[in-house]
């Protein structure tokens, strides 16, 4: 057992904010890292010490790990947080801060090695009686391997990072000649975003509804979960809606599903958070998808029905405690929902925008949390993730969570840059979503078609045309007159100064 | 006293600013009262209702509005704009060739077609890094490519030209 009372926080955005709060709030002193491109940023602002780490490319800056453990015993930090994304499930970073002598804010080099390659996850889980998707254990060789293996499994498969997750070196593939362009681009991507090209193959499961599971273990063997989270509303295969509980687990499955989840973490030693993913189909019958070895991006949705503070706990587990909770002290409360706000072009097939935030009020007010990495004058750069914010609303009931989320959203100000704000305002008054019987597929299927035109676009932008024009008029006119009470200002003055003799 | 015309998606509407506290929409006369206007920010009363109303203005003549969660892009141009405007677009639609431009700034990873090359609608024509993703770009024209413009493995600034097609 060792108190902490440092951590260095590897990570930058709206998860380094979230961890500083946890710092804050437990009496531990924050460091972040920033690159030269967030300068400003605010989860530099907010720790109570920041270090430049290098130049904008996370891999001269975020992903540096000589730079970031050096840091750490310069500064004598006596933990790490890796937040998600970046180094959180790189088990030779992992490795390198135990052999440093420093916590790791996470589980073992061991466990991450386990989990961190999904196809040695996959070898693992089924040996654990935990049920997978069809497809191959090992990594694909080389095209024909993959034309041979897709053959033998039946289109259409999935192309999937070993090494991988959130989306990057996946890619769906419905036939044999459109196989070795998409093998080629997944392992680009694979090798950029993970550093290694390692690709395995997996069955695409139709239709699934994607389930995942909070559990906490700490270093003597306890388990918990804290229950299901509801993840199917995606697009480009990444989560922008996920809320908990989800509305179509029921009691018998989720009794299945924890179990199962549980087993999962248990097959590999794992103390920490974690998640397990799990595709589910329109049977309940669920497969492995992957286990995250760390924070999830939807984390507060759990928090908010449990009222369990996940990085809190991280926190504690890392000191080597034990969990601070038996499974039956924890219940399952109301209904949470996380919107992700990105810098995204909703009419562009999601492509990411840039800029600067020249002005962002928060939403607030009963059953509202917003963690954000943004502020006023912020810059969204190029070489992240483009997820600015998440608003999380909870609810006693799943009606009251979304209502309150609609208007959330509506008080929530973003100028400056593209955002995807407008998506949600569409889904959360979806048919489907209000009924819970969505998919993965929901946003390609019933979204899409309805870019062209801004048919998406629902009655209460109708109504607000009219304003929006009296709006601008008020507006351009205003900087009209502005601009004529200014040369008679200056001209005026100018002759008083002498200027014009 | 000021005259403009907005347009909305394909909609216009004629405002009619008539004086610090009348402005007439369509022909329809309405009081307002500006309680507030500062930079990306306006507030104004109409009826009983006050609108406290962000704003971004993209350049001379487009904004964009947000009010209710909404975001709203608005053109405002005077009358004279307005007819010097339908006057370039109608010789614009004279003209055949159609541009490609990178929706996004990043890395031109790949251009996928050769000058001379046919392309249909919804076919893919590069491939862009941005933001650790590849992005395709498909066209939104059939045609023949013109010219290509970019090499690959440059860096693009968003609305940079990739290519035209004829």
Redesign the interface.
Known sequence: MQKIKKILIVNRGEIAVRIIAACKELGIRSATIYSEADKTSLHARLSDETYLIGPAPAVESYLNIEKIINLAKKINADAIHPGYGFLSENAEFIKAVEEAGIIFIGPSSQSVELMGSKTAARRLMESNNVPIVPGTTEKLSDVEDAIATAKKIGFPVMLKASAGGGG?GMRLVYSESELPEALE?AQ??SL??FGSPDIYMEKFIENPKHIEVQILGDKFGNYIHLFERECSIQR?HQKVVEEAPSVFVDGEVRRKITEAAINAARACNYYNAGTIEFLMDKDHNFYFLEMNTRLQVEHPVTELITGVDLVKEQINIAEGNELSFRQRDIKMHGHAIECRVYAE?IE??F????GKI??H?LPAGPGVRVDRGIDSESEVP?????LLSKVIAWGSTRTEAIERM?RA?????I??VTTN??LF?WILNHKVFLEGTFDNNFLDKEFLPLVKD?KY?NG??EK???????????????K?NKLIADVKHNGQNNWLLGKYE | M?K?I?S??N?K?E?N?RDANT?S?NGKD?S?D?LK?ES???I?K?NNRI?E????EINEND??????????K?T?RTELEEKINALLKKKDAGSKATEIKA????LL?KILKNEGEEINVGEPVA?L????????I?SHYKGKIAKIFVEEGKSVE?GELILKIN
């Open positions: 990057k681009r680009n991507e950029k975003a480009r072009d562009n097939n492509a990411p925008s840039t020249k002005f009020e190029i070489y992240y993730d483009p609609k959203l509506e008080e929530y100000i100028v400056g704000i407008e305002d801004g676009k209460k932008y607000l045309k009219e304003l929006a024009a009296i709006a601008t008029a008020l507006i351009e006119s205003g009209q | 000021n403009y907005i909305i998606d909609s509407i405002l600013i402005v929409m309405i307002y500006i206007n990306n920010k306006i104004f109409i609108y109303i962000f704003y971004d904004f964009y509005i947000y009010v209710d969660g909404q975001r709203i608005t405002i929706p996004m700034p990043g990873l491939i890094e941005a933001m650790k993703m590849e992005n395709e498909r968003k």
